[in-house]
């Protein structure tokens, strides 16, 4: 087949468990000796990689039926500009997804499964073989399109960070986060291990765990579940709409104390009524999202963090 269309088309890759091995130990012998010494299978890191890369390789010599494809690792995808009409094709696991996601401006966004017998995940609708007629719909403007609704973080000093599914807030290390939370016209002042916000996709994810954890620990102390009784619109597995207009916040283990308290603990985040934090973390502070904890910004005493909806959402390929 010509090519028939002009867009550039970007295939973000990821490194196997196995060159990250070999990253580390400089040879594939090497690297095979470490992990049979342990005891553990090393066949296994072969056929993972030889998957993966089998499945790069198809999708490129697909996609380059379709106009001009630039293969990019995602350890470049924070700094790589991506043109206004740029197609990105995903091939690897929902983290990836969501982690390219993020630093994109509307560009349409396809998620790939490489290897279907090893991973699943709800951004993962498609096979490699899927492609030619995925790509062939999205050009002739014939696919369908789900709006991803994201989170933003803005710090007093100017600096943002954008999340798909999460933000973390909190200490870096294992030690208490101090802050200041104020909300809906309330404030608190918190000793925590940290805040999780969380989108309608994330919602699915580490809020699903935290909701979960909670009505266990409930249920066995024989407290009624708050999640039973609030009126926050999940359905019955935890879970809420993509394009939802409000995020939600959970505070992990509030601690009540003579100068802290607990009452602002759970709730939405909306455009209207964004969740401001000012740090009292001397040195540790960090606000990082999607699980990047190298992608992060620096939290500290006296910064301000305005929590709210971003201006910006992905647009994902179904």
């Avoid at 090497?30 to 010494?37: D, G, L």
């Avoid at 740029?86 to 490489?114: C, E, F, H, R, S």
């Avoid at 007093?156 to 939370?181: E, K, P, W």
């Avoid at 918190?190 to 409930?218: C, E, N, R, Y």
């Amino acid at each position: 087949m010509d090519r028939e269309y002009e867009n550039k088309i970007v295939l973000i890759v990821r490194e196997t468990r196995l060159d990250d091995l070999i990253l580390r130990y400089n040879t594939l012998g090497q690297a095979q000796f470490y992990i049979e010494h342990l005891g553990a299978d090393f066949s296994d890191y072969l056929v993972e990689d030889k998957i993966y890369k089998s499945s790069v390789s198809r999708a490129r010599q697909i996609l380059t039926r379709f106009g001009r494809v630039q293969v990019l690792h995602r350890r470049f995808v924070p700094d790589f500009i991506f043109g206004n009409k740029d197609l990105i094709v995903v091939l690897g696991q929902d983290g990836l997804v969501a982690n390219t996601m993020k630093y994109l401006d509307n560009q349409y966004v396809i998620g790939v499964n490489p290897d279907p017998e090893r991973w699943d995940g709800v951004l993962l609708p498609f096979q490699v073989s899927d492609l030619e007629q995925i790509v062939l719909e999205v050009f002739a403007g014939k696919r369908p399109i789900s709006t991803i609704t994201m989170a933003k973080a803005s710090l007093s000093d100017g600096q943002s960070l954008c999340a798909v599914n999460d933000f973390f807030i909190g200490a870096q290390t294992h030690v208490s986060a101090r802050y200041t939370i104020s909300i809906n016209n309330r404030t608190e002042d918190h000793s925590s291990s940290g805040i999780i916000v969380s989108t309608g996709l994330g919602s699915s994810g580490w809020l699903k765990s935290i909701l979960t954890g909670a009505a266990g620990i409930t249920s066995a102390a024989g407290i009624k579940s708050a999640v039973a009784q609030s009126s926050l619109s999940f359905d019955s597995d935890l879970k809420c709409d993509w394009d939802t207009d409000h995020l939600y916040f959970s505070v992990r283990e509030p601690f009540p104390s003579k100068t802290t308290s607990t009452d602002l603990v759970f709730g939405e985040i909306t455009r209207q009524e964004p969740m401001i934090l000012l740090s009292k973390m001397p040195g540790n502070g960090v606000i990082f999202s999607d699980g990047v904890e190298n992608d992060y910004l620096k939290f500290n005493s006296g910064m301000t963090a305005k929590i709210t909806l971003s201006d910006k959402c992905g647009h994902f390929i179904v």
